[in-house]
């Protein structure tokens, strides 16, 4: 059974991290293009970041230098570290698996960023 379950969300103050994981089981998180999304009331849910099958990252334009996505092949996870948060950062922070047609969605972490 395929499974994304990410962790790690919470209640921060502006300029603190955190760092998300996202689990996955089923299947191999290497063979898969894995994104970190968000989403924030009332808006579009967003690609922030992801990671290639060969390693490559890629990140939107608002989180380049704070936040860092990285695999751990051995956990099967997949990590999104968040440095210097802001209060625009706060979301429903999702993670999902894609290859070619085959798409997978985790439930979701909250993350909130308020003084």
């Known amino acids: 059974q395929v499974q994304l379950v990410e962790s790690g969300g919470g209640l921060v103050q502006p300029g603190g991290s955190l760092k998300l994981s996202c689990a996955a089981s089923?299947?191999?998180?290497?063979?898969?293009?894995m994104n970190w999304y968000r989403q924030a009331p009332g808006e579009e849910r967003e690609l922030i970041a992801l990671?290639?099958?060969?390693?490559?990252?890629n990140y939107e334009y608002s989180v380049k230098g704070r936040f860092t996505i990285s695999r751990d092949n051995a956990r099967n996870t997949v990590y999104l570290e968040m440095n210097n948060l802001k209060p625009e950062d706060t979301a429903m922070y999702y993670c999902?698996?894609?290859?070619?047609?085959?798409?997978?969605w985790g439930q979701g972490t909250q993350v909130t960023v308020s003084s």
């Open positions: 999902k698996a894609t290859r070619g047609r085959e798409f997978y």
């Open positions: 990671v290639n099958t060969a390693g490559g990252t």
């Open positions: 089923g299947f191999t998180v290497s063979g898969y293009v």
